[in-house]
């Protein structure tokens, strides 16, 4: 595979917020993620679910703009925007043609600096309307069984701060009110911490030298989790629900993105559930018919890593189904072919030159890896260590991170038992 040309840069202000950038010099499109350290983990215990809330009552009214006039300001931009509250972080981010960052950086520094829900006379609706979404999107989980499972799953095998869903809680979210979304504003909204991701069409020290005028004002540091992240393991839960399908839910160890191991980890996951040619779909689907869907994916806090994997089948061969999930589990740390290894790499390969094709696929990925590795990794540095990766490599993984101590939460008719191999 060709070389990438693209150059990562970084500037980091005096208040604490770090700005990445990626120029591509053929694209027209620009793309930005905030990444803001504030995320359920460190939320107020009794407020569960308020990092979701405040994340999208920002949206709804800032600087002098009402919620209308700055949807409207948006539209006039073409904004394609988003973001979400995650575990560790809640994201701001969009895409729109190079020419108009200026005007949209403008209208975030009023989104995150100056809300208008920091008002004393922001209108009840629009945050109690937050609110009540809040409250819909977790009554959802009842209709969507698998969904409440993980939900289930993440909090028993992180019993700590980890555990909390950015869904949140009932009563946590019934308790909120316009002075606690301003008080958490403003203990958790702060720059140390906090990244600017750019990506596409850009003009880096023009982004550096605006970014720096308007948020000049900002300053402090938001509460950490203050602890490792923990983990219970090896567990069994089961949710009874009478449903026509069984779900099937296992947790267990993985590598942070700091290790050594990270791309033979990375490799290995996808042999396991990177396609239908995988060794999930292939053993516990095809061959034995024993599930309608069946996966595997790999997962990171910093300084953890994790899988979750998922099996949906009926409750009469759902015994079997956890039995062979999870001897397959175990089965690849006894060696992988190089015929995997190279479709996997494949994969990841293919992928990875997707996400350069979208500036806003790569600004997301490059705050993240901010985050989590306190750099940038070039796109050469990432398919380096893809083709790194080998037969000897993945097994000198697994001798090092055996997968074992599974943790498992089911959800059906059919309360299972955990075999003794595993």
Not at 202 to 208: E, G, H, K, L, S
Not at 321 to 340: F, H, K, N, P, Y
Not at 357 to 379: H, K, N, P, T, Y
Request: aromatic share 8%; with cysteine; charged share 20%.
């Amino acid at each position: 595979m060709a070389a990438y040309q693209t150059t990562t840069r970084t500037h980091r202000l005096s208040n604490g917020l770090t700005i990445v950038g990626e120029p591509m010099a053929e694209k027209q499109a620009a793309a930005w993620n905030f990444l803001i350290p504030a995320g359920s983990a460190t939320e107020p215990a009794q407020r569960a679910g308020i990092t979701g809330v405040l994340e999208g009552v920002s949206y709804r009214g800032a600087g002098g703009r009402n919620a209308r006039e700055l949807s409207e300001a948006f539209d006039d931009l073409g904004v394609d925007r988003g973001g979400a509250a995650d575990v560790e972080y809640s994201t701001y981010g969009g895409a729109t043609l190079g020419d108009y960052l200026p005007p949209v950086m403008e209208l975030y520094a009023d989104i995150l600096l100056r809300p208008q829900l920091l008002r004393d006379d922001f209108p009840a609706e629009e945050w109690q309307a937050q609110v009540a979404l809040a409250l819909q999107s977790l009554e959802s989980l009842e209709d969507v069984p698998a969904r409440k499972m993980f939900e289930q799953l993440r909090l028993a095998y992180f019993p700590g701060a980890h555990g909390h869903s950015p869904l949140g809680t009932e009563a946590g979210l019934k308790a909120i009110t316009l002075a606690d979304l301003q008080a958490d504003h403003q203990a958790r909204y702060k720059p140390e911490g906090a990244i600017l991701a750019v990506a596409g069409g850009i003009d880096f020290d023009a982004i550096v030298a605006q970014v720096e005028t308007l948020f000049a004002g900002w300053s402090g540091a938001a509460p950490s989790p203050g602890e490792p992240v923990a983990v219970e393991t090896p567990i069994y839960q089961h949710i009874t629900q009478e449903t026509n399908q069984q779900h099937i839910g296992v947790a267990w160890a993985g590598v942070p993105s700091t290790s050594e191991f990270n791309y033979d980890y990375r490799i290995a996951m996808s042999i396991l559930s990177g396609s239908m040619g995988a060794r999930l779909f292939t053993e516990v689907r095809e061959k034995r018919g024993l599930v309608y869907s069946v996966s595997a994916s790999p997962s990171t806090y910093r300084g953890c890593g994790y899988n979750m994997a998922y099996a949906g089948t009926t409750p009469e061969r759902s015994q079997e189904t956890l039995d062979v999930l999870l001897a397959e589990l175990v089965r690849i740390a006894d060696g992988v072919t190089q015929e995997e290894v190279e479709r996997a790499k494949i994969g990841m390969l293919s992928r990875l030159v997707m996400q350069d094709e979208s500036s806003r696929a790569r600004a997301a990925g490059i705050a993240r890896d901010q985050f989590m590795l306190g750099r940038v990794r070039s796109l050469d540095e990432v398919t380096e260590g893809i083709n790194r990766v080998s037969v000897d490599s993945i097994q000198n993984f697994y001798q090092a991170h055996p997968p074992r101590d599974f943790s498992v939460v089911t959800l059906g008719p059919a309360d299972l038992k955990m075999p003794e191999a595993v």
